[in-house]
């Protein structure tokens, strides 16, 4: 298996635009997670879903955010409009949730917002 | 509120010393994980420690885990410099759902 896969691994966009995060998590793996990694704030759950259903979106800073798992081998992060604040690198990870196992993190998407 | 605190933050060694990286929470939870990142990189797994006791070990990396005392520990024993890096406790809510720890960036000095 390719492990978890984001794209793109870097963006850079201006203030005001729309950013779109793509995920595709491990075959087969029923939970995907956002993680924004920041160096202030460290590493924070955004939102988790568990078979493409958004189970805790409390870590959603702002209604600017939206995320969305329209089937189990993809999911999305939006920002809409973005700003400087934003920039961040954004991790997504899946993993099977009946399995004594861990998440595996894809190589993340370094977001630049100026 | 959910507290994961990981001490010490940063960590100088030298090459060849033992230290242990401690990793305290705040909630109930009997699965906790631990993993490395490579600067500009992503997290990868160490360990997956899944009970009361648990103990892993994977060459100079040994985590245990003591969920009543709510404390995990990530022990280096003769530190190479190869094992520079951060490492970060996660604590398991349930269904997979991870809470990481700040992290504790790790140098190990010749």
């Known amino acids: ?114 | 509120e959910l507290k994961v605190e990981q001490n010490p933050l940063f960590l100088s060694m030298q090459e060849g010393k033992n230290y242990t990286i401690y990793c305290n929470y705040s909630t109930t939870s009997d699965r906790l994980y631990w993993y490395r990142q490579d600067p500009g990189k992503s997290l990868e797994s160490l360990f997956v420690l899944l009970s009361n006791g648990a103990v892993k070990q994977e060459g100079r990396l040994m985590a245990s885990l003591d969920t009543k005392a709510r404390l995990s520990t990530l022990h280096i024993t003769a530190a190479v410099h190869d094992l520079s890096a951060t490492y970060f406790c996660a604590v398991d809510l349930g269904f997979n759902d991870m809470r990481f720890g700040a992290g504790t960036r790790l140098t190990v000095k010749p």
Not at chain 1, 57 to 71: H, I, L, Q, T, V
Not at chain 1, 73 to 92: G, H, W
Request: with cysteine.
């Open chain 1, 1 to 114: 298996d390719a492990g978890v896969i984001q794209s793109p691994r870097h963006e850079v966009t201006e203030m005001g635009q729309e950013v779109t995060l793509r995920c595709k998590p491990i075959s087969g793996h029923n939970s995907l997670f956002w993680y924004r990694q920041t160096m202030m704030r460290g590493l924070e759950l955004l939102i988790y879903f568990n078979n493409n259903v958004p189970i805790d979106d409390s870590g959603m800073p702002e209604d600017r955010f939206s995320a969305k798992m329209p089937n189990a081998s993809f999911s999305t992060l939006k920002i809409q409009p973005s700003e400087p604040r934003d920039s961040a690198v954004y991790f997504c990870a899946s993993s099977l949730v009946a399995g004594a196992i861990e998440a595996f993190f894809g190589q993340g998407t370094r977001l630049t917002v100026v």
